[in-house]
C-alpha cells in the first residue's frame, strides 16, 4: 500500500502542489489523471522518492520514502521517468541487466541473467537484446526502459506517461504489457496518463488530480462520470457505454 | 534510416552474432559480441606495447654515453624521472577525467574546468608577483608541492561541499560556479602577470606550460602512493560508476546514494587532478582527448573496461609524442603544446559532430 500524508511540493507562490492525502492499495493498476500541471508527475516522483516534499510525509510498503535507506527502497519500489537519455552507449539487455542492480550490486549472477532473459521476452525484446538503444525505434526504446524497471521485480511499480510518443498500436500494446505485469507478477502499478480512455479500459482504479488537489479517487465506474470529468478538465466530456466499457467523448 | 529497418524488423549480421556463452545461455556482457571483446584486449595490447616500447625508447636510445660506461645508469636514472611523471599524468589524467565525465553524465567537459589549472597558475604567479624571483625559484619542492595539493583540493571540497549538499544543491551550478572561478582566478594571474618585468614573466611561462621536465623525483615518494591509491579506489568504484552515468535519477531508482557517491567520486578526481597539476602543470585538453578516445576505442559502458583503454591511450599518446619530438624532431617544442593543439582541434571537431558522441 502507498500512504501519501499532507504531502506537499511549494513551486512557487501560485504553484502548489498538495496537501496531498491518500492510499493506493496493493496490487493492480492505479492510473493517474488530470490537465496539465494537475501534479500528477510531482506526486509520482514524490513517491519515488526523485523529488522531495516540502511537507508531509509518503510511506510505501510502510517504508518512509525520505528516511529509508535508497538501496532498501530499490528492493522494493522503482520508478520510470518521461524522458529517459543516457550518455553511454548501451545494449538492449545491458540496460535491462542494470535493473537487477539493488540485488546484485553490479555483478550478475546466472538467476539474475534468467530473469533478465524473463523480462527481454516478456516486452518481446528477444531479437532486439544485442542492439544499441540509439538503433531502436522510440516505441522499441520505451519497452526497453519498461523491461529494465520490471527486471529490478519491485512490488511497486511507478510509470511517468510511458505512452508518450508512441502510436495508438504500440500504445495499445504497452498497456497490455503493464496489465499483464500487473497481473502475472503480481506487481503494483500506478501510471500517469494523458488519455482518459486508455486509463478506463486498463486501470483498476483512477486518481483524478486538478490544481494540485486530489479530485476523485476510486473505480473506473466511480470515476467515468460525465459531470466529475467535464469539471476536472474544464471541457464537456460526455460518457457513453462502449463495448469494453466506458468512453469518454469529448 | 536506422529507425525504419528496426520497424521493419530488418536484423543486422552483428546483432545476430549474439554474445552467448558455449553453453548457449544468453548474457549481458560489458561488449556486444565475443569478436567486440577480442578487438578491445587487442587494440588495449597493442596501446600498452606501444607505450612500453616508447618509454624503453625514452630511457635507453640516443645515450650520449655508450652503455658499458658507468655514467650510463645515472643517464637513464635521470630520464626515468620523466618516464615516471608520464605514468603519473596518465593515470590522472586518464581516470580523473573519465570518472568525472561519467558522473556528471556529460562528455563534453573536463575537470579543468573546476578551476584547478587557473588556481595553479594564481599561486605560481602571485609567488613571484609578492614575493619576488629568489622566492620564486626556490619556491620548490616538497613543501610547495604539498601546499599547491592542498589547497587545489582544499578548494575543490569547499566547491562540492556547499554547492552538493545545500538545499539548492546541483551539479550543474557547481559547474559554472567552477568555471566562473577558473576564469576569475586566471584574470588575476593575467593581471599580475602583465606587471612583471619581461626575464620575470619568463621564469614563469615554463612553469605554467605543462611539462615532465618540471616534474622533480623528489616528490614521488608522495605522489605516487595518493595516485595509486585514488587510481585504484576509482577502479573498485566501476560498478557504481557504471550505474552513476545513467544520471540521478536512473541512479537513485536502483537504489545507489547519488549525492554521497558523487562526492565520493568527486573528491578522488581532485586528488588526481591536483596532484598531476602540482607535479607537471596544466594539461587542459589531454584528458578530454584521452577519455573521448577510449570510448570510441573500448565501445562499452562497463568503466572497468574503460580505464584500462584509457590509460593505455594517455601513456601512449605521452611516451610516443615525447620520444618523436625529443628524439626524432630533435625539437625541443614542449610537448604540452602540441598535445593541447590536437586536444583542442579533437575537442572542436567533437562538439561540431556532437552525433558521435
Redesign the interface.
Known sequence: MIQIRNARKWYAEEVKIGPLNIEIPKAGMTALIGPNGAGKSTTLLMI???LNMDEGQILVANMDVTTT???????IL????QE????????V??L????R??HS????T?ED?EI??RYIDFLELT??????L?????G?RQRAYVAM?LC?ETEYVLLDEPLNNLDIARAVQMMEHLRRAAYEFGRTIVVVLHDINFAAKYADRICAMKHGQIAAFGTVQEIMKPELLSDIFETNIDIIEGPYGPIAVY | M??L???L?T?RSE?DA??RTRSG????G?F??AKEARRYWMLLAVLLALGIVASIGLLLYNNPVPVDSPSFIPVVKRRLTAVISMLIAALCHSFATVTF??VT???IITPSLLGYEALYSVINTSTLYFFGATAFVSFIGMGSFLLQMALMIAVSLVLYGWLLTGKYGNLHLMLLIGIIIGAGLNSVSGFMRRLLAPSEFDLLQSRLIGSVTNAKAEYFPIAVPIVVAAVFLLFLFS??L??L???K??A??????YRTNIICALVLVAVLMSVSTSLIGPLTFFGFLVAMLSYQAA?T?DHRYVFPMAFAIGYAILTGAYFILYHMLNSATVVSVVIELVGGIVFLTVLLRKRS?
Open positions: 519515488g522518492r526523485l535507506k535508497s538501496r532498501d527502497l530499490a528492493k522503482t520508478i520510470l521517468r529517459n537519455h543516457f550518455v553511454t552507449r548501451l545494449t539487455r545491458q535491462v541487466g542494470f535493473g542492480f539493488p550490486q553490479g555483478r550478475l546466472r541473467e533478465i532473459s531479437d532486439l537484446e544485442h542492439r544499441f540509439d538503433e531502436l525505434s522510440g522499441q524497471v529490478q | 536506422s529507425v529497418d528496426s520497424e524488423g536484423d546483432a549474439a554474445p545461455r544468453r548474457y549481458a560489458a556486444r559480441s565525465q561519467s553524465s556529460n562528455r560498478r557504481k557504471n550505474v552515468s545513467l544520471g535519477d536512473t537513485t531508482t536502483f537504489g545507489v546514494n565501445q559502458h558522441l
